[in-house]
């Protein structure tokens, strides 16, 4: 990377530490700030990078709100991203990677779910449970780009929900970058813990005003606690000059049930890294993914399932559908480490290409330290199944819609995932809507 | 004319399979191509359907007055024609309801018709499902989808009921159905017989043709019709096996 951007990085990081003093979170950027000056933006050389060349993207000047809190985002603003069902749902909005207090709408009571800017957080009565959590996703992912995002830790959020509180209302993060003077780095920072037999539903969706480019270096921390039940749905339907690097950070610490979703429909350079991590014995999780790319949009999903303890169960599937000269990768990771004894894990990635432009890069990981496990991986990379549209034709159907049907019905599988129903409807109609014959 | 085959000369992969088919339907007939395996049935069929993978390399298919080799096989269906499949496809994810409607939709803006609403889709499906006795909850499953080989071919039959064609092509219909299945198809299918429609059977066995009672019976060798008759034909066929006609055919070769 350039070091003209170092340097630059490194001001603002200077300035950010002097203006909040917090021990914890200033040990925390610290900490941060070394790993990235050391091993700066990760390279294609790096195996976990080696489809998606981010570097590039920082050959240009970003402007990066690190100490304050202002910005252009009004209300109409917020208007405009607004998804379905928000009437319902707790709705925190950042703009350009900062919580907004005044922007957010909290729709539950307090004894349920606590919503807290981070450093607030940090200093009262959640003092010890930031302590032990936050940024523990750094001793999993070690590269530079996750590391600047903690070197800027300041204006997140830290979302609790009680113990054996069953949230009927989701909870909404909507990040909204202001691309309109400049182009735009935001990096959001997040802190969800969610107490022993609650339950919480969480949506995160992006959006970029102006014409300038946007990148959104986002980490969210997800901390599950005994029979917790944690929906995780992140919904990626941006202008193309927004890029992303996005890891979702999901730590099972007791026998808990996660369901997490990652809809890809547009955008410039996406990464998502969306990680479980196993702490605790018979956890439960399924991951899914729906990526349906055109144009130039570049969509890695990386996952990880880390399996520590016994009897763990967790399911994974991706689907693509990449057309023009998009591209699509998947890298899916699975630990089997030598205690986690009768794993059952399971991965698929299944992608369709539709032009001979389109490109994917598909690759699943196993590595299994322990003996009494069942795991599979499956990938295949195809056309349309040919045979289905004759049928389909033959029944007087045009070429196009028939096309357009299957890829629905493809799609189908993995939009019925997303249980919350406005939700649900919301995403379906969208993709139907681009899969349709004009 | 229903429908005029003149000719047909058809190739896959450079390798020619049919050579010289001629046949010509009248509305109302129903025709019983036979043949030993690999003679050119199914090639037949996928041909008249418009399967692209087949190349026709001579003659013409005329239907209902159109040059029907110029229409892909969306246009053919539209223009009346139907294939019930020998391995109707499943598919996953597709509403059978939602796929009849769309078919059924197609056809009638092809014609210059509004679509049908679904009050009036609907009065049609029941119409229907009682006309070819098939299970109702097959249709709000994905098409095909963990369907028992009688209840696909059940599908075929309705299907053809719901886009009422001018000329149905049945590949097969039979093979795989126990006695059962077999009277409940063949029943629909002679519900579905007017004085309008044609209808092409290809079959390997007589039972088929015991329930239909065709008016002709054409036998298909090597790419060619061989020999056409009434439905004797395929008793005699049923009686002494397809050799008797590779007999006759290589003795005709001889004089």
Redesign the interface.
């Known amino acids: 990377m350039d070091p003209i951007n170092i340097s630059y990085f490194g001001e603002k990081f200077n300035r950010l530490q002097l203006a909040n003093p917090d021990n914890l979170l200033n040990s925390i950027r610290k900490e941060g700030f070394k790993t990235f000056n050391e091993s700066g933006l990760p390279g294609t050389k790096n195996e976990e990078w080696k489809y998606t060349r981010i570097s590039n993207l920082f050959h240009k000047e970003y402007h990066l709100t690190e100490d304050e809190l202002k910005s252009e985002i009004n209300i109409s603003d917020v208007n405009a991203v607004r998804l379905p069902g928000s009437e319902n749902a707790t709705e925190l909005v950042f703009a350009n990677g900062k919580f907004i207090p005044e922007l957010s709408t909290i729709r539950s009571s307090d004894n349920e779910l606590v919503i807290l800017p981070l450093e607030e957080a940090a200093k009262g009565v959640f003092k010890e449970l930031i302590h032990e959590h936050l940024d523990k996703s750094s001793l999993f992912i070690k590269d530079g780009i996750h590391a600047l995002n903690t070197s800027f830790i300041y204006g997140g959020v830290f979302i609790y929900v009680n113990k054996n509180k069953v949230l009927d209302n989701p909870v909404y993060l909507y990040h909204i970058s202001d691309a309109r003077e400049n182009h735009t780095l935001s990096q959001p920072r997040s802190l969800v813990f969610v107490d022993e037999s609650a339950k919480l539903q969480v949506v995160e969706t992006y959006s970029t005003i102006g014409s300038m480019d946007s990148f959104t270096n986002e980490v969210i921390e997800i901390i599950v606690d005994t029979n917790a039940i944690v929906e995780y749905y992140k919904i990626q339907n941006d202008s193309i000059t927004a890029s992303q690097v996005g890891t979702t950070h999901i730590r099972q610490i007791g026998k808990s049930f996660v369901h997490a979703l990652t809809i890809s429909l547009n955008g410039g350079m996406i990464r998502n890294n969306t990680d479980i991590i196993m702490e605790a014995a018979g956890n439960e999780a399924h991951m899914y993914g729906l990526y349906l790319l055109k144009g130039h949009t570049h969509v890695d999903n990386h996952t990880l399932v880390d399996n520590t303890k016994p009897n763990c169960f967790s399911n994974e599937l991706y689907k693509g559908i990449i057309d023009e000269q998009a591209t699509g990768v998947f890298s899916g990771k699975i630990f089997v480490r030598p205690d986690a004894q009768k794993t059952n894990a399971y991965q698929s990635n299944k992608n369709i290409l539709l032009s001979d432009d389109a490109t994917v890069n598909t690759k699943p990981q196993l590595e299994i330290f322990a003996d009494d496990v069942k795991c599979s991986h499956g990938c295949t990379v195809g056309q349309l199944d040919e045979e289905a549209m004759y049928y389909l034709r033959t029944r007087g159907i045009s070429k196009e819609h028939a096309q357009s049907m299957l890829l629905e019905a493809f799609a189908a599988d993995i939009v019925g995932q997303i249980k919350p129903e406005p939700l649900r409807i919301y995403v379906e109609e969208m993709i139907s809507e681009r899969l349709s014959v004009n | 004319m229903l429908l005029s085959i003149k000719n047909l000369h058809a190739s896959i992969e450079g390798k020619q399979i049919l050579k010289g088919i001629n046949l010509d339907i009248q509305p109302g007939e129903v025709h019983a191509i036979m043949g030993p395996n690999g003679s050119g049935k199914s090639t037949l069929a996928s041909v008249l ?4 993978e087949y190349e026709v390399t001579e003659g013409s298919v005329e239907f209902d007055g159109k040059n029907m080799l110029e229409l ?3 246009d ?3 223009e009346g024609l ?2 019930a ?1 020998q391995y ?2 499943e ?4 509403s059978t309801t939602n ?2 409607k ?2 059924v939709n ?2 009638r803006k ?1 014609h210059g018709q509004e679509p049908m609403d679904a009050v009036a889709f609907l009065k049609l499906m029941k119409q229907k499902i009682e006309l070819v006795e098939i299970d109702k909850s097959l249709l709000s499953r ?2 095909n989808e963990g369907f028992s080989g009688g209840e696909k071919k059940r599908n075929e039959i309705f ?1 053809m009921a719901m ?1 009422e064609p001018k000329l149905a092509i049945l590949d097969e219909t039979d093979s795989g159905l126990d006695i059962d299945a077999l009277r409940i198809v063949a029943k629909g299918v002679n519900k579905l017989r007017n004085s309008e429609r044609g209808i092409i059977v290809i079959t390997h066995y007589q039972r088929l043709l015991d329930y239909l009672q065709p008016d002709f019976v054409h036998v298909l060798v090597n790419g060619r019709i061989v020999k056409s008759g009434t439905k004797a034909l395929a008793l005699e066929l049923e009686e002494k096996g397809y050799d008797f006609i590779k007999d006759e055919i290589s003795l005709t070769a001889a004089l």
């Open positions: 359907a418009g399967r692209e892909s096989p969306e053919r269906s539209r139907f294939l499949f109707p496809v598919i996953p994810g597709v796929f009849i769309t078919a197609e056809k092809y994905s098409i299907q886009l």
